[in-house]
């Protein structure tokens, strides 16, 4: 089994900075690509970010220039720092990671709990 748990969610105000954390633990062969998506209140789950083991990213193009995506490969964890935060970023924002269990499985994609991120002043 593998869970992904992240941290960092929070209220900040427009202009704000917030930086988010995960971590993937528990039966994991090797990760291709982990990243962020998010949901606004009735609106459907998008794509933030996405980071393949080799460093290339795929952004949103309405986060390109303020978010930047970090991955630590060796401790299964992936960071996104949000720099100038807009009300329209307000969402829950999960954690993403497509994990191969073990070296007999396929990979499979797998969700973090989500952590609520507002912008409002």
């Known amino acids: 089994q593998v869970q992904l748990v992240e941290s960092g969610g929070g209220l900040v105000q427009p202009g704000g900075s917030l930086r988010l954390s995960c971590v993937a633990s528990g039966s994991i062969f090797s990760i291709n690509t982990m990243g962020w998506y998010r949901q606004a209140p009735g609106k459907q789950r998008e794509l933030v970010v996405i980071?393949?083991?080799?460093?290339?990213?795929n952004y949103a193009a309405s986060v390109k220039g303020r978010f930047t995506i970090s991955r630590d490969n060796a401790k299964n964890t992936v960071s996104l720092q949000m720099n100038s935060l807009k009300p329209e970023d307000t969402a829950v924002y999960y954690c993403?990671?497509?994990?191969?269990?073990?070296?007999?499985?396929?990979?499979?994609?797998?969700w973090g709990q989500g952590t609520q991120v507002t912008v409002s002043s």
């Open positions: 993403y990671a497509n994990v191969r269990a073990t070296r007999w499985d396929s990979y499979g994609v797998y």
């Open positions: 980071i393949t083991s080799g460093g290339t990213t």
